[in-house]
């Protein structure tokens, strides 16, 4: 009970540090009272209804963001023993959920029927179909080495050998993918601010402005957490307990996603598409081959 | 008695069939996509309360994208995509009607007549079913699954084939 309340706090505050890290890849300074503004800011703007938007998409994109982050922050392990359901097929469940981020996105983008959020929905459902499809590659090799989709069961398969080590072409493309997922720079092209002056979510405001910044924060760190259980060992460490040291871990990641992000330039919409689909996807299946060899030696 | 189980494998079929109808009963594209995606999501759901958890998953998985391509799709050759213009979605009504009811009485009547056999007692766990589903894969039905996945990637390296040959002619 204690620990799962400090496992809240304790992601809470990460959710709070991933604020934060965003405000620094775009200004450059750590900004500690930033994200405090920024929801007091929401909360109180104006919430302005496009003309003749779908107005049940429009309602239900945002709220529909959040709960399918939660459906993921649900299966994964946060330590020992402390995963809130375990499914017998969790590893498939992680993309199963993400599949729906696209689908939130492109909700968004069709309902305020402006130009900008609707060329924003197109390119993130281009952009998250081509990365989800490596990501469920990359997770096959995973399950392979511990013949299990079981979470807890994938962790301990790397009690010898971290995946990191054990899968490397794995851990790239898993880590990019889902860099491209979250929208991070470089691969922020749904909700690009030069471009697109804000793309999916150019036109919403206020509360449900609030809900997709929330939904987002948290899906960088549940990204980071899947990082952390799938290749960097999830719990395994030596001294302190279990839940800190998945705790640490996932705040290194994420805060890697956002320096990766801010010294690299944003990728163009072809690029990402033809990096993807001419190298990521051979070398993913590389990857599965590589990995099978491995396991019969 | 009715159980929980049954009970939610009677709301989840309502809902599915709720949300077939809805496909057809909205002008909007995307709209109607995404109705398609919430029955087929329904449908995800029946799998998971049948305790069959890989199936169910890979339903909900595989059903988020598809519908979303078939959006993009029927958005782009639709004169219409917003729906609104006043177009109607159903054409030659008579005979769909007819259509739907003797199919609909066919599939009703078949599932009274054939034996289902006895309701399976022991249901194995999640991991247990994944290595017989996997098994099953590699045994009775492979070279369906071979033929399948064999055909799905010469698809996707023919469309990777053809995506390059206009940026070959631009250079």
Redesign the interface.
């Known amino acids: 009970m204690i620990i799962g309340i400090l496992i809240t706090l304790f992601f809470l505050a990460g959710i709070y540090f991933v604020a934060v890290l965003e405000r620094w890849s775009l200004s450059g300074t750590m900004q500690w009272s930033s994200p405090v503004r920024s929801l007091l800011r929401l909360f109180i703007q104006e919430e302005i209804k496009p003309r003749k938007h779908d107005s049940i998409f429009f309602e239900a994109a945002p709220v529909f963001f959040i709960a399918v982050i939660l459906l993921t922050i649900s299966i994964l392990p946060f330590g020992e023993g402390l995963v809130l359901i375990d499914l017998g097929t969790g590893a498939l469940f992680i993309n199963a959920a993400l599949v729906y981020v696209m689908v939130c996105l492109l909700m968004a983008g069709w309902s305020v029927n402006g130009v900008y959020g609707m060329i924003g929905g197109w390119r993130a459902l281009a952009q998250l179909i081509a990365y989800s499809m490596t990501v469920v590659m990359v997770l096959t090799a995973t399950v392979m080495r511990a013949e299990s989709m079981f979470l807890p069961d994938i962790i301990e398969s790397q009690q010898s050998l971290w995946n990191i080590l054990y899968q490397p072409i794995g851990f790239i493309l898993f880590y990019l993918s889902a860099m491209a997922i979250a929208f991070l720079p470089p691969f922020d092209l749904p909700t690009a601010e030069s471009e697109l002056a804000g793309g999916v979510w150019a036109d919403f405001t206020g509360i449900r402005k609030l809900l997709f910044r929330l939904g987002r924060l948290a899906l960088i760190l549940t990204l980071s957490v899947a990082v952390v259980v799938l290749y960097m060992g999830g719990w395994l460490g030596p001294w302190l307990p279990g839940y800190v040291w998945i705790f640490l871990k996932t705040l290194l990641v994420a805060a890697s996603f956002f320096a990766v992000g801010r010294f690299v330039p944003r990728i163009r919409q072809d690029h990402l598409l033809e990096y993807h689909w001419k190298f990521g996807i051979p070398l993913a299946l590389f990857n599965i081959f590589l990995v099978g060899g491995l396991l019969i030696i | 008695m009715i159980s929980i189980q049954l009970l939610l494998l009677i709301v989840l079929g309502l809902v599915a069939i709720w949300f077939g109808w809805r496909v057809f009963m909205t002008s ?1 594209m ?2 109607s996509a ?1 109705s398609l ?1 919430a029955s087929m999501i329904a449908i995800g759901g029946l799998f998971l309360v049948m305790e069959a ?2 199936l169910g ?2 339903q ?2 595989m059903m ?2 598809e ?3 078939m ?2 799709f029927m958005m782009m050759y639709m004169m219409d995509p ?1 729906g ?1 213009g006043e177009m109607d979605m159903s054409h030659q009504k008579n005979l769909s009607i007819t259509g739907a009811v003797i199919i609909s009485l066919l599939i009703g009547g078949a599932t009274l007549i054939i034996d289902w056999g006895p309701i399976a007692v022991n249901i194995p ?3 247990e ?2 290595r017989l589903l996997g098994l099953e894969i590699l045994e009775r039905s492979m070279m369906i699954f071979e033929t399948a996945g064999f055909t799905i990637l010469t698809g ?1 390296i023919a469309a ?1 084939a053809v ?2 040959s206009v940026k070959n002619k631009r250079n």
């Open positions: 909007s995307v709209r995404l995606m958890e890989f998953v890979l909900i998985m988020g994208t519908m979303s391509i959006a993009i917003g609104l766990g999640p991991h079913q994944n996707m990777i995506a390059l």
